[in-house]
């Protein structure tokens, strides 16, 4: 069978949330694409889908609960072959993929760091006791309050356009982003400080942008090929094998971080109790391709040194 290539005619359909954030990544993969190929833009079509994650926005997301709340409808519309592909924020994407799709491609690993965004204070440090730090995330929220249990933690929802309009109505002093997410929109001004990993260990899959396909869709397989990056793949198998291990969902204070060098991986894993009370560990070496029994391992290893409770309070 020869590959149909896609035309403006008969473009390659790319759906994506409408968020500024994901039609930046949207866009890059299709210029990425283009690119690869020599074809024109027009030969890969945006389709934008709402998703409930973007419909229900005066509640905390752990409140609407379930997995993939900004992913289902996009799924959906893949597996009817309303879009071809689907690009995502790897961070946000549960490790297990519905039957008949697949997210094995990834663009190259932005910076992973969390930045400290404030109008107001240059660091984290800055913040005097009982300073106001807005997110909405439970990793940062357990974080931050394992190092600074002095300082007072409020919800924070919205994209980055409506975090900053809140820090400047005084609902928070401070709050943390993802140093690629900003990037990504060009709005790295608003960046007081890089936090480096040593110091605030990111999320699972931070700054990587993965793209879903059909498994039975050998013409996406092409070109979905063609700009995949190999070692973000071998980072995230790492990663993603951890947060898997723990049962790890965005509702669990987890944080992860896998990184080459030469032919080894190294990977930290760290899980918290929600309030910051007790913060757990793990920083191991193996084989590039041994990443997924990395990822298992260090799971296991946390969770026996958790014990029973510390995730029964995680769900409870
Ligand atoms: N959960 C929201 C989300 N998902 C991906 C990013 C940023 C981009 C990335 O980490 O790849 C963000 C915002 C943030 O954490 O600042």
Redesign the pocket.
């Known amino acids: 069978m020869t590959t149909e290539m896609p035309s403006p005619a008969s473009p390659l359909k790319i759906g994506t949330r409408g968020s500024p954030?994901a039609l930046a990544q949207a866009n890059e993969t299709r210029a990425r694409l283009a690119r690869a190929f020599d074809l024109p833009f027009e030969a890969f079509q945006i389709v934008i889908i709402k998703t409930t994650g973007d419909k229900v926005l005066d509640r905390p997301l752990k409140e609407i609960g379930g997995k993939g709340l900004f992913t289902k409808e996009i799924e959906e519309d893949m597996l009817s072959g309303k879009i071809d592909i689907a690009v995502h924020?790897?961070?946000?994407m549960p490790v297990e993929q519905p039957p008949g799709l697949l997210l094995d491609t990834y663009l190259p690993r932005?910076d992973v760091r969390d930045a400290f965004v404030s109008l107001t204070h240059g660091a984290m440090g800055d913040l005097e006791p009982g300073a106001k730090v807005g997110t909405s995330?439970l990793r940062r929220r357990a974080q931050l309050m394992a190092r600074r249990p002095d300082l007072e933690v409020v919800e924070f929802r919205g994209n980055?356009q409506t975090r900053m309009m809140k820090l400047g109505n005084g609902v928070a002093d401070a709050t943390?982003?993802?140093m690629?997410?900003?990037r990504?929109l060009g709005m790295e001004e608003v960046v007081k400080s890089a936090i480096e990993v040593e110091e605030v260990l990111p999320?699972v899959?931070?700054?990587?942008?993965g793209i879903e396909r059909r498994a039975d869709d050998s013409r996406a397989a092409k070109f979905l090929e063609a700009i995949h990056d190999g070692p973000t793949g071998q980072r995230l198998a790492a990663e993603r094998a951890f947060l898997a291990g723990l049962d790890g969902s965005?509702e669990t204070p987890i944080a992860g971080l896998a990184e080459l060098d030469g032919g080894t991986l190294r990977l930290r894993g760290e899980i918290l109790r929600p309030d910051g009370s007790e913060v757990l560990n793990d920083d191991r070496r193996a084989p590039v391709e041994d990443g997924p029994e990395l990822g298992a391992a260090m799971a296991a290893a946390l969770r026996a040194e958790a014990g029973e409770g510390f995730f029964d309070w995680i769900s409870g």
Do not use: T, W
């Not at 924020?89 to 946000?92: L, Y």
């Not at 899959?205 to 942008?209: D, E, L, S, V």
């Open positions: 954030l924020s790897m961070k946000d932005e995330s980055v943390f982003l993802a690629a997410g900003l990504r999320a899959a931070q700054g990587a942008i965005c």
